[in-house]
């Protein structure tokens, strides 16, 4: 497995998203632009009735459990449209979404999405598509031991919005302890003690921040969920 086999089907759907995106503002279609801060979450601005682009930023969408506790399923960066399973629908998911950066988002009403399913008909469900996927690889991570959901989320903060260098990858200074302990569902101790063991086996670079890795895919075979998935399928 390498991170990199995602990149074709990510390539694609940014490439739909992005004509879908031009033809909205070319014809003047109705759409309205909601701006996230670090750490708000959609809940207040959220419609019923309609999808999220992200034009700018990075979320974390959290599905809320009927024994009232929150659970992170997935992240979505730029290029990406969100909200998708609702689009029509009369039972709305019970999720929200958090942004980890200050995001920019264009929201765009039914009846504009009616008109570019004319222009482009594939692209609700080429992005209906995805988030399923995405959501799917999240959940399957309730399987895994605690060292394993760390990692697991370490590596996709890095794939979403790491930085990459010649040296290696690293993580926006704002991710700590405290964010991971949050996604992974463990105490703040647990994270610190697989972190330092990351470091010990030189996976990972922790002082000074950010967080730092040289080899992504490296770190990325200590979880087996990644193993047991096909990365290079096409959406």
Excluded: W
């Amino acid at each position: 497995m390498t991170i990199e086999q995602l990149k074709p089907a990510l390539k694609k759907l940014e490439a739909i998203n992005l004509s879908v995106l031009h033809h909205m503002k070319k014809e003047k279609l109705p759409y309205e632009i909601v701006v996230l801060k670090r750490k708000e979450t959609l809940f207040n601005y959220k419609k019923k009735t309609g999808v999220y682009f992200i034009v700018e930023g990075c979320i974390v969408r959290n599905l809320l459990l009927t024994n009232g506790q929150i659970n992170s399923v997935d992240f979505v960066t730029k290029n990406v449209i969100v909200n998708c399973a609702n689009f029509k629908s009369s039972i709305p998911f019970e999720d929200d979404y958090l942004a980890i950066t200050e995001t920019k988002l264009a929201f765009i009403p039914n009846e504009t999405i009616l008109l570019l399913l004319e222009k482009s008909p594939l692209f609700l469900y080429t992005n209906l598509q995805f988030e399923l996927y995405l959501s799917y690889l999240r959940r399957m991570n309730e399987h895994l031991s605690t060292k394993e959901r760390i990692i697991f989320f370490l590596v996709e903060l890095f794939r979403h919005i790491g930085s990459k260098k010649k040296e290696g990858y690293v993580l926006p200074s704002y991710i700590n302890q405290s964010v991971l302990a949050g996604l992974a569902a463990v105490t703040r101790e647990t994270v610190s003690r697989v972190l330092n063991q990351l470091v010990r086996e030189n996976l990972l670079e922790i002082k000074p921040k950010p967080y730092f890795t040289k080899d992504l895919d490296l770190l990325a075979d200590q979880v087996s969920l990644y193993k047991q998935l096909q990365l290079s399928r096409e959406f």
